[in-house]
């Protein structure tokens, strides 16, 4: 596979038609459908939100995205490629093309390294740098996310969960992704934190024509960062479309639900 051909032909950065997960024999042998006939597709620099409640199937459906769950029908393609039938070494080298940022900073960063090389690690991996250019991209991502060279030394336990969340999200993007999959990047911190990674979200779609898909249950937050909305419901998708469309006249019960959440969690100033 050519990567620069993978980088700019496409301007399609997903492709999930009728998607179906289930998980066999897990709660009392029963299989569990947590994503039913699911299509939705990302073009290069729009953000779609996905919203539902707790247990609708919105991680399950990043999972089957990001190659971590298998589909049981259905198909995802990332930039044209499908990575399901590439071979394991073909799609690690796609890897970098589609990164992913997950709720709890914490879990996702190796405690034993220093943020610089947890950084690094990926550039490495994908031979995009080596030597010292190795140590300035990663220091140079590291200081768009608001870590300053003084302390990329530090270990992740000395940095709050704000700025966990914001050392993932640089080893996220330092391989300059075309996709980036967010799975509430923001639901495990604080309020006035949330904002600040929000902001940071926002700031790297300015800088680059990324695709995003960014999941929550919060219809505040989706107004904030996505162009397109997805509702789903137990497992499947009851209601899709501009962010605009959505929130003036949401049709279905559900959607109206979230949105009165949101309405009252926000207070009326996020979403007023
Ligand atoms: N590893 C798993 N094994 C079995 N069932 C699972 C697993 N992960 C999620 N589920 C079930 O799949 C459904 C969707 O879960 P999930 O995708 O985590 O929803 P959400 O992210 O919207 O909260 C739920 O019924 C959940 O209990
Ligand atoms: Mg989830």
């Known amino acids: 596979m050519n990567t620069a051909s993978v980088q700019n032909d496409n301007t399609k950065v997903l492709e999930v038609r009728n998607a179906r997960i289930v998980y066999t024999g897990t709660h009392r042998n029963k299989d569990v459908v947590a994503v039913e006939d699911v299509s939705l597709e990302i073009d290069r620099g729009r953000s779609l939100g996905i919203v539902g409640a707790s247990g609708c199937g919105k991680s399950s459906l990043v999972r089957g995205i990001m190659q971590l769950v298998p589909l049981a029908s259905g198909s995802v393609h990332v930039l044209g490629q499908e990575p399901a039938r590439m071979s394991r070494e073909a ?26 090389d947890l950084v690094a690690e990926p550039l490495k991996v994908h031979k995009m740098a080596r030597g010292d250019e190795l140590r300035d991209r990663a220091a140079s991502c590291l200081e768009s996310v608001g870590i300053t060279e003084d302390m990329v030394d530090r270990y992740p336990h000395q940095f709050s969960g704000g700025q966990r969340q914001r050392i993932a999200i640089a080893r996220a993007i330092v391989t300059e992704p075309d996709l980036l999959v967010c799975d509430e990047p923001t639901s495990a911190l604080d309020v006035s934190i949330q904002a600040h990674v929000l902001n940071l979200l926002r700031d790297i779609r300015r800088r680059r024509p990324i695709g995003m898909l960014f999941v929550t249950h919060d219809m505040g937050v989706v107004r904030q960062i996505c162009d397109d909305v997805i509702v789903m419901d137990a497992g499947r998708i009851v209601e899709q479309g501009p962010v605009e469309d959505i929130l003036r006249a949401p049709a279905h019960p559900v959607t109206q639900a979230l949105l009165k959440v949101a309405l009252e969690h926000h207070a009326g100033s996020a979403l007023g």
Do not use: E, N, T
Request: hydrophobic residues 40%; charged residues 35%; glycine residues 8%.
């Open 91 to 116: 799609r690690r080298r796609m890897r970098r093309h589609f990164q992913m940022v997950f709720q709890d900073p914490g879990g996702s960063l190796d405690a034993r390294m220093r943020v610089i």
